[in-house]
């Protein structure tokens, strides 16, 4: 008797080898120019939310298309959408080109239901994972917790650098074995959608390997980058706003991070700059 064979699934694609030599070298060339920030979970300006504790976060991250500030709550439809999104800087080419190569995918291969009407992906999370030093002490901070991305619609994943342990759990119960886990190798994609992979379950990235002693682009003062990964999102164009066009409680908590974007980046000096004409 023949071995049933496994389902397919048109929610979920993993891709080894989907990023080619030359565009992989191109984005190590692109992530030298980048100074990512290290943000604070919660505004510095304005009293804590009750019972919540103020933390930096794990990592230091960049984004693209727009920034979603920590401090700002993030985007999260249909109860935060407003003056979370702030726009940021366009793709690089060579990000730009992939994307248009996921969408295209996404769009043949994906459920329809699956993929809203205005569906691209506008939005990018660079996140990048290793160890940070501490008091002469090495400090691991390659993970992250489980949780949900709440943008609408497929989301695609980029690797570079040492594999990591991606996983997708039942809520509440974490401890459990994971119902998917998928190593995320260097130059691999990932993209997952619908209710099952985007809603019911949540995900989280549980180790990164430390094999090959990589230290990725760009130098960050007191951490050394072993993997980085770009995660694009989708948030509706209407909802993403200009930094001097977010409510002046918004730009205070913002203000010193643009201010320090601004110093290495043409884009966040202008945005800066043109906060003077709405005063
Ligand atoms: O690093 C990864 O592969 C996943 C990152 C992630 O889950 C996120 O940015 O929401």
Redesign the pocket.
């Known amino acids: 008797m023949r071995a049933p064979r496994a389902a397919i699934d048109r929610c979920y694609v993993y891709e080894p080898g989907f990023i080619d030599e030359a565009s992989r070298s191109q984005i190590l060339s692109w992530l030298a120019t980048l100074k990512p920030l290290w943000e604070q979970r919660y505004s510095t300006r304005r009293p804590l939310p009750a019972g919540k504790q103020q933390r930096g976060l794990l990592r230091p991250v960049y984004w693209l298309g727009n920034w979603q500030f920590a401090c700002l709550g993030y985007y999260e439809p249909p109860k935060r959408t407003e003056h979370v999104a702030v726009t940021a800087e366009r793709f690089p080419p060579v990000l730009a080109r992939l994307v248009a190569t996921i969408e295209k995918r996404v769009r043949g291969g994906f459920p329809p239901a699956t993929v809203p009407r205005r569906w691209h992906l506008n939005t990018c999370?660079v996140?990048f994972?290793g160890s940070r030093d501490e008091n002469g002490k090495t400090i691991d901070a390659a993970r992250?917790g489980e949780?949900r991305?709440f943008e609408p619609g497929p989301v695609a994943?980029l690797?570079i650098g040492e594999r990591?342990r991606?996983q997708f759990v039942r809520r509440g119960s974490f401890d459990a074995p994971p119902v998917r886990t998928q190593w995320?190798e260097d130059g691999s994609l990932?993209v997952f959608a619908g209710p099952r992979w985007k809603d019911d379950l949540l995900?989280r990235?549980q180790r990164v390997d430390d094999k090959h002693d990589l230290d990725l682009p760009p130098s960050i003062a007191g951490f050394r980058t072993r993997r980085v990964?770009f995660?694009f999102r989708y948030v509706p164009d209407e909802h993403v706003a200009p930094f001097a066009r977010l409510p002046p409680h918004a730009r205070d908590d913002v203000r010193e991070y643009v201010a320090q974007l601004a110093k290495s980046s043409q884009f966040f000096a202008e945005a800066l700059a043109s906060e003077a004409s709405v005063r």
């Open positions: 999370l996140n994972y992250v949780h991305d994943s690797s990591a991606f995320l990932q995900h990235v990964n995660t």
